[in-house]
């Protein structure tokens, strides 16, 4: 089976959102981590229905949609310019927080 290389990133915005697109239009497998205080920002964001009290773990998979829904959130906003980008290539997206990280991943044809 053939596996795809990752390529982490640690978010600091624009410039890392330009180095996510760019690994996922050549089909690289992508982990943005982001700093510690989304943690509350994304479960608020993922799981508005359980206020006041937040899920201490976030675990949410989905497609390319889930980008747009985090990139709602203040300082993630160009997160939305990955999303067609992954939508076109049929990409997975995974937000798991606490240490907050969003993966962007891709099928994996059989050899």
């Known amino acids: 089976m053939k596996t795809h290389s990752i390529v982490k990133i ?3 915005g624009g410039k890392t959102a330009a180095a996510a697109r760019a690994a ?3 089909r690289l497998n992508v982990e943005l981590n ?10 608020a964001q993922l799981y508005p229905e359980s206020k006041p009290t937040r899920p201490p773990v976030i675990d949410v998979t989905g497609g ?12 993630l906003v160009e997160i939305a310019g990955l ?10 997206v995974q937000v798991v927080s606490p240490s907050p990280k969003v993966a962007i991943t891709f099928p994996t044809p059989d050899e």
């Open 24 to 26: 996922i239009d050549r």
């Open 34 to 43: 982001l700093p510690a205080n989304y943690h509350h920002a994304l479960s």
């Open 10 to 12: 640690d978010w600091k």
């Open 64 to 75: 390319a949609e889930l980008l747009f829904e985090i990139a709602r959130i203040n300082g």
């Open 83 to 92: 999303a067609q980008a992954a939508s076109e290539a049929s990409a997975q």
